[in-house]
């Protein structure tokens, strides 16, 4: 039945996010095995259909809604109770009870697959979920972060008292995870951290203060301290398991003080908490747990991506719905010359970051199969995703409330809480600054740049590019390398690192799209992607000239924003006009 649009104001509440996007099922068959895709199919309809309805409305109410701290009960006893909104606690039973996105990458019989999932699943599927709520996949990405840091470096018994809780999807027996590093003194700076751990009495104790706590009543928290008379910086931390609550059930030695009033996230609870003297163990090596905990970071990092990657796409699906639906100056907004042109370059920038993160799953799920190459691929296409994709986000979530017009600055409509949402994933887990020197780092300390053209070289001689377009290809793969190398290895061009971990990103995306799209030409003879792929090299990576007035778009733009197949024909003509 057709959607009735009540005086020229699209609203596109009821719509399935997951039939709104045809690429996603394209891609699924790109990624996953035949018999699982197919399986996991009934799924991906499922959340498509409850994210352009319960789901938004119930992200609606709990950012409206944010959560309280409850100091005592009446009695007076402590209480340090954080009291949520029912609809974020209605999300939370999604997230982790019925769709299991923090236990499928830890044990098998999640949505009735009897085997662990893939990471491409966890991501598709936090892909969908936070084009309507954000918040919650803060604590979603944390728990299974936790969970991953925990069966990697802590002990067997330690794994063995806590992996059941972490990985339920009972909402009575859940144990939600978090990680508290941030401190006064201590914010991208880690090694400049205060917090105390002492061992008194036979068990470890950790006193201090932590500045900034996601998910801030969690059950189970990854916490850096340094143990008393312990070495300086990074080198002296280590990496403790927190319980918010003891063993007999009694609430463990340290108070949540404020939660934040955030610009953004408000449906998740971040807050303020003091150590003061509580029960912790040990993960891993004594002294060592920096190291340790970059795993959980990259993690989180990976994931911040993936977030940032989805709200660009729920943006493109709002501002195609509202182009394809709104009349002004007696025609539809999508064949208004101008608004194409906007609505193409959010639809490129979007699909970039859906390839990368798509690309990086696969590349951490043959990491975690022992794949050294895919180890190291993962070690730098995580930090340029962390950077560009949520510097990205920005803007595709800015343009999307712009397409709306004035309702898009309404509350009422959800624009306003996606562009908020949308700057958190350049500040949390290292801004982009910090991050795009990451990128150099990896290449500087563990060769990765070599590693990552070898791979992409590969990728362009499976891609469906033409030879001329090949060659094309290849001559900004020696340009973007060579640039890379010369950051990497001069610390006088630190001033350059974002800009060249742009270029890098940006030429890897694109490689990735025109990737995929032979694999998806094997199946439907659709080259969209590799039309995607050349716009990212001509428009963000080639010398254009600003002054100079460019053709008029031809009907392969028309293919692309319809979102219907692209010939070979119709992609020759992206770079011809």
Known sequence: MAKVIYRNIPDSQGNNAYQQDPDFARLLSVYLPAELRDHLEPVFQELGALTGDELERLAREADRNPPTLRFRNRDGSDAQVVEKHPSYQRLEYYAFSRFGLAAMSHRGNVLGWPEVMPPLVKYGLTYLFVQAEFGLCCPLSMTDALTRTLRKFGDEALINRFIDDLTSQDEDSLFQGAMFMTEQDAGSDVGAITTEARFEDGVWRLYGDKWFCSNADADLAMVLARPSGGDGGTKGLTLFLLPRRLPDGTLNRYRLIRLKDKLGTRSMASGEIVLE????????????????????????????????AGMMRRSVNEALFIARNRVAFGRKLIDLPLLKRQLVKMMVTAEQGRSMVFHTAECLRRADQGDAVAAKLLRILTPLIKFRTTRDARKVAADGMEVRGGCGYIEEWSDARVLRDAHLGSIWEGTSNIVALDVFRAIRREQTLPVLSEHLQQLLSESALSDSERQRFEAVLKQVTAAAEQVAGDNTLEADARRIASALYNFTSAVVLAWEAARIARIGDDLRRLALAKLVLSHKLLPRDPLKPEAGDGAWLAALLAETPLSRDQVDAVWEE
């Open 277 to 308: 003297g509580a029960e912790a163990y040990v993960v891993g090596e004594p002294g060592n747990g920096f190291k340790q905990m970059t795993d959980m970071i990259n993690m989180s990092r990976l994931s911040n991506g993936v977030r940032s």
